[in-house]
């Protein structure tokens, strides 16, 4: 058999077909590099579409964040503002650590309260930042102090806390920053009316109660109608507080505890218990008390008939806090009526052991009935943001203790006094 020649054609060919191949497979690197390289970019734009659409989204949620926080940054500021306001005061209690000193004063003051406009003279301070504080001594014809530069710290439905803050004033060194913030101002209203102001000097533990007494005559009892008189000028004070009447409120008030000292068998057909309860309450807001025996008796009956009122179904706020201010600020009163109510006497002297360890267990009962208090109407607070301090420091030492084993413990000791108080009540005994 012949074996074909290999000709220049045959070559020609072979040759063109092996630089077609090459020619096609260099086409082909080309494409799949340029179809990488598209790839490459296409990956690349998303990414960038991707990081500018996250960086885009992150920006509206930062603007949406600085408008939302800009917003109630305004609704806060608008939440805490006062509207100006110029109080007659025509009598003023100071007090120190508690305890009035000097007695009731009866001397007119003007107190007000204006917006910073325009800064304050004597002081480095910025047009529009907080309020100035001005308390006027009527009968001397001058300032009763140097006006006082503060700021709204807290505001609750009947209440708004002023604070002084650090500012620089003028000395006779020139200027120099003084700390106001030992200055405290607390504005108290009554349906809308400020019922009266009180300055706090926190550094010295003082604070005056600037009042304003109506001097206008109270009404008498009507002794030929059919409900009880102390009902009479319960209902008296209660309208007088409706309308922001704090004054003719605690006038009112002596006469409710003047009229069942008097006649106590007038108790056996009362039936607005509220009212009483209400107006003894608020009447032991003051300081018309100076005996103990009047003090004991004024404490019982006040808390006798708000724990009664708030027994009886009766969802007032102010019935607790009422009762818990009571049980605060007369807490002595509460230490001789739980040995009372144990048959028991607290020792005369104050370091006797066992005397010791009775008022350590009748604090912690107390403290008990305020917190139970609190915790049922959580809006005491709102009413009193002195009682809501109060509740938070006591409340501090017990937060380990579920909430309802507190309430189940203070019902329990506010039952324990009700009851010994009841007995001696219903016997017309005031001894308490």
């Not at 907080?130 to 505001?155: A, C, E, H, Q, T």
């Not at 103990?292 to 708000?306: C, E, M, Q, R, T």
């Not at 040995?339 to 028991?344: G, L, M, Q």
Request: aromatic residues 14%; contains cysteine.
């Amino acid at each position: 058999m012949a074996v074909p020649r290999f000709s220049f054609y045959n070559y020609k060919f072979y040759i063109m077909g092996l630089f077609d191949y090459f020619l096609k497979k260099r086409e082909e690197q080309k494409r799949e590099k340029q179809r990488a390289e598209e790839a490459a970019n296409h990956r690349k734009f998303e990414e960038e579409r991707i990081v500018n659409e996250r960086e885009k989204c992150l920006e509206e949620n930062r603007q949406k964040e600085a408008e939302l926080q800009a917003r109630l940054k305004v609704e806060r500021e608008q939440a805490l503002q006062i509207e100006p306001f110029i109080f007659k005061s025509n009598c003023h209690q100071r007090y120190e650590n508690g305890q009035p000193k000097m007695g009731l004063q009866e001397c007119f003051r003007t107190v007000c309260v204006e917006k910073n406009i325009n800064g304050c003279n004597g002081y480095k301070l910025e047009s529009g930042v907080g309020y100035i504080v001005k308390v006027f001594n009527d009968d001397l014809g001058r300032p009763n102090m140097s006006d006082k530069p503060m700021k709204v710290v807290r505001k609750t439905e009947n209440s708004v806390e002023l604070r002084g803050f650090s500012v620089e004033a003028m000395s006779p060194f020139g200027w120099q920053e003084v700390d106001y913030s030992v200055y405290g101002f607390i504005v108290y209203y009554e349906h809308g009316k400020v019922s009266k102001c009180v300055l706090h000097m926190y550094d010295r533990n003082a604070f005056i109660e600037y009042r304003y007494v109506d001097k206008t005559p109270l009404m008498t009892a009507n002794t030929s109608s059919s409900i009880s008189e102390c009902e009479q000028f319960a209902q008296q004070a209660q309208d007088a507080a409706n309308i922001g009447n704090t004054s003719k409120a605690h006038q009112y008030g002596l006469k409710v505890y003047d009229s069942i000292i008097r006649e106590p068998l007038q108790l056996s057909k009362v039936s607005d218990i509220q009212s009483i309860a209400l107006t003894l309450g608020k009447l032991m807001e003051g300081d018309f008390f100076s005996d103990n025996d009047s003090i004991k008796k004024a404490v019982g009956l006040s808390y006798y008939f708000l724990s009664k009122a708030i027994a009886d179904g009766n969802d007032n706020p102010y019935l607790y806090a009422y009762r818990f201010s009571i049980t605060w600020e007369y807490n002595k009163v509460f230490y001789h009526l739980f040995a009372h109510s144990e048959n028991e006497q607290l020792p005369d002297s104050p370091y006797d052991p066992f005397g010791q360890s009775m008022l350590m267990a009748y604090d912690h009962h107390l403290q008990g009935m305020q917190m139970a208090d609190m915790l049922i109407k959580p809006r005491i607070a709102n009413l009193d943001p002195a009682l809501g301090n109060i509740f938070n420091g006591i409340y501090a030492r017990y937060r380990s203790t579920p909430s309802e084993q507190i309430i189940r413990l203070g019902k329990e000791y506010h039952a324990q006094i009700f009851e010994y108080l009841d007995k001696k009540i219903k016997a017309l005994d005031f001894d308490f």
